[in-house]
């Protein structure tokens, strides 16, 4: 059979897949039904797996029968606490937790690859190496770091990894690859102000907390408009702020949390020394006690250039000659970043947009939607990559 045929024969199965696992969202740390899914249609396919690391993941190993390089593929499988908000026929049964972020999808996608490359096992020249992730949404801990700690890749070394994600931004057909940087590093803060309370009408006997934020806020909005390079990229956002009592006393406490994005190490190690030069100002000026807790997320996804023009000319392959499109990276975070710090490979978007008739919504939205479309031609990339991979480490050791 032909790659299309392969593809052709698994197209139904992909979308009864994510399905069901969309049907049955598990948050991160807890994926215990979706890892014994996963282990079950392995099993069926005749691909050998192991299990064991962070808790949930699965590593399935296809061996060629030919000697060569070693490829990795990699799917995270975890939901997000959100409560589904769709007239979908398959929503999630589960309250307060969705697939809002394609995991399904991507699950879905690798296990027909897996499936896919299996049958061709007597042409591969290597091992195509199967990675389930657990726990992506779990910033900063995640579940990447965890599995190679628990020797995913201990017998197998990967000579190169890929990743892809449910980008609803870009139509069904389209990918969206990187040569560099593609996601960004995100922090993660909480600041704590005390000054002290007192009565409106005596702001003199009091350290008021809610004046302490403001110009804190204010301050800290210059970092990235005042010390930042203009052709640099970094975002701090303050989401949330809390404090107070009522209109007629001084607030005694105001808490503030935030994230920061960066791609460049060295704009992120500014932002951050900013960050706290800022807070340590506004603390002494006004007298106040001012307590930070600061959490460093995702590094930033880095691409390796070569291996993101392989994306590219693979998905050329299967998608048609346009389906490459010019794209700006994103300053969301992702596990998959820690991946590529210690193995050479690429992230990379496929388009999921729904159709036209239908309104878009974003990852990680209640509403969120992507077009099921898609996904027989992210099992066609991803095997295409594998082979084209393959292919590529065995003419570099020749
Ligand atoms: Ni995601």
């Known amino acids: 059979m032909t790659l299309e045929q392969l593809v052709k024969s698994v197209e139904n199965k992909v979308i009864e897949t994510r399905r069901h696992l969309h049907r049955h969202p598990e948050l ?7 890892s014994s899914f996963i282990q079950q249609q392995l099993s069926e396919a005749g691909i050998p797996f192991k299990t064991g690391y962070a808790k949930t993941g699965v590593l399935g190993i296809i061996q060629g029968d030919k000697p060569g390089g070693t490829v990795a593929l990699r799917a995270d499988i975890d939901a997000l606490p959100i409560q589904e908000d769709s007239d979908l026929a398959f929503k999630s049964s589960t309250e307060g937790k969705m697939h809002a972020c394609g995991h399904d999808a991507h699950t879905a996608m690798l296990i027909a690859a897996g499936k896919v490359l299996e049958q061709m096992k007597s042409e591969l020249s290597g091992t195509v190496l199967l990675v389930f992730q657990p726990s992506e949404e ?3 801990t995640g579940g990447s770091l965890q599995m190679m700690e628990d020797g ?5 070394k990967p000579d190169v990894i890929f990743g892809q994600h449910v980008w609803p931004d870009l139509p069904v ?4 690859v990187l040569p560099n940087e593609i996601m960004g590093a995100s922090d993660r803060f909480k600041i704590t102000i005390k000054g002290s309370g007192g009565h409106a009408s005596m702001p003199h006997q009091s350290n008021d ?7 804190l806020i204010t301050q800290l909005q210059t970092i990235v408009s005042r010390n930042t390079d203009p052709l640099d990229s970094a975002v701090l956002t303050i989401g949330k702020i809390e404090g107070g009592y009522r209109y007629n006393v001084i607030a005694d406490q105001v808490t503030l949390e935030g994230t920061i994005r960066t791609f460049r190490k060295e704009v992120k190690e500014m ?3 900013r960050f706290h030069t800022i807070i340590e100002g506004v603390e002494r000026s006004f007298g106040a006690d001012v307590q930070v807790d600061y959490s460093d997320g995702y590094p930033a996804t880095v691409n390796t250039p070569e291996w993101s023009e392989l994306v590219r000319s693979s998905a050329e392959k299967v998608l048609g000659e346009d389906s490459v499109p010019e794209v700006s990276p994103s300053l969301g975070g992702e596990d998959f970043s820690r991946f590529l710090q210690r193995y050479p490979g690429a992230f990379y978007w496929l388009g999921t947009s729904v159709r036209e008739t239908e309104q878009q919504f974003p990852l990680h939205d209640p ?3 992507l077009n099921e479309d898609a996904l027989p ?6 095997v295409q990559l594998a082979l084209d991979s393959l292919s590529e480490l065995e003419r570099k050791e020749r």
Do not use: Q, Y
């Not at 991160?28 to 979706?34: Q, R, V």
């Not at 995913?152 to 197998?156: A, G, K, P, Q, Y």
């Not at 057909?173 to 969206?176: F, L, M, T």
């Open 209 to 215: 907390a809610i004046i302490i934020a403001s110009n």
């Open 28 to 34: 991160s740390g807890e994926e215990f039904e979706t």
């Open 173 to 176: 057909g389209k990918v969206g």
């Open 138 to 140: 779990d910033a900063p």
């Open 271 to 273: 932002v951050k020394s």
């Open 377 to 382: 031609e992210g099992v066609k990339l991803m």
């Open 152 to 156: 995913v890749f201990d017998e197998f």
């Open 367 to 369: 509403h969120f939607k």
